[in-house]
């Protein structure tokens, strides 16, 4: 499966911006999906997840009621609608295709199973 990521930009702080990421393969319905960003000098990190039906959510607390993960599956699309930008925000966001959802947010640490990364967008908030 192939992610494609767009969306990304220079916006300033308080502003907003709407992440995509397009799969690829005839059975995204089924897909759990993630969003994960990495800084500059630091280790990448959890965003969102979204579970198969969509009907589940999990989010970092750093972005949490910020952030709101969905999709639309005759898309084949997943979003990341990013609110109230802050400049600790900016970093190369990353979809990715995960084996599982969990509402738990220490499941997405350190994972080295990960199905398939898209190519990162990068995210640019200015104070």
């Known amino acids: 499966v192939q992610l494609q990521a767009s969306g990304g930009g220079l916006v300033q702080a308080g502003g907003s911006l709407r992440l995509s990421c397009v799969a690829s393969g005839r059975t995204f319905s089924r897909y759990y999906m993630d969003w994960f960003r990495q800084a500059p000098g630091k280790e990448r990190e959890f965003v969102a997840a979204?579970?198969?039906?969509?009907?589940?959510?999990t989010y970092a607390d750093s972005v949490k009621g910020r952030f709101t993960i969905s999709r639309d599956d005759a898309k084949r699309t997943v979003y990341l609608q990013m609110n109230n930008l802050k400049p600790d925000d900016t970093a190369v966001y990353y979809c990715?295709?995960?084996?599982?959802?969990?509402?738990?947010?220490?499941?997405?640490?350190?994972?080295?199973?990960?199905?398939?990364w898209g190519k990162g967008t990068q995210v640019t908030v200015s104070s």
């Open positions: 990715a295709r995960d084996v599982s959802f969990s509402s738990d947010t220490f499941h997405y640490t350190g994972r080295d199973d990960i199905i398939d």
């Open positions: 979204i579970n198969w039906s969509g009907a589940f959510t």
